[in-house]
């Protein structure tokens, strides 16, 4: 397993006006879906490309909701079923609470894998 992570890239899913402090206000769908679209553009796919990946996930900070209008917030990671052989959609987000994020990552990535 090797871990890339691309330099001088940054990706944003916040409401449009909002600050970057503020919790995104998308759902978790939303969010995912935003996030696999900027990772489709940020790296090119192809099999010359050395920075070339099997699937994208994005540890945040940000509170995952699948209703951002509620209070409870309490999903901690997304990703779409059986996925991880698409270029399009192989692609998790999960919610950085510390060492417990690593049973969310696993958890994602068997999403994925399924």
Do not use: Y
Request: hydrophobic letters at 30%.
């Amino acid at each position: 397993v090797e871990v890339l992570r691309p330099e001088g890239k940054t990706f944003s899913s916040k409401r449009s006006g909002g600050s970057s402090a503020e919790v995104s206000g998308k759902s978790a769908e939303d969010m995912l879906k935003d996030f696999c679209k900027w990772q489709r553009q940020g790296l090119k796919q192809n099999s010359n490309n050395p920075r070339r990946f099997d699937t994208a996930l994005l540890l945040t900070r940000e509170n995952i909701c699948r209703n951002p209008f509620t209070q409870n917030c309490d999903t901690l990671g997304l990703a779409e079923l059986g996925t991880m052989c698409s270029r399009h959609a192989s692609c998790a987000i999960v919610q950085d609470n510390g060492l417990s994020a690593a049973f969310t990552i696993a958890h994602e990535l068997g999403h994925l894998l399924n």
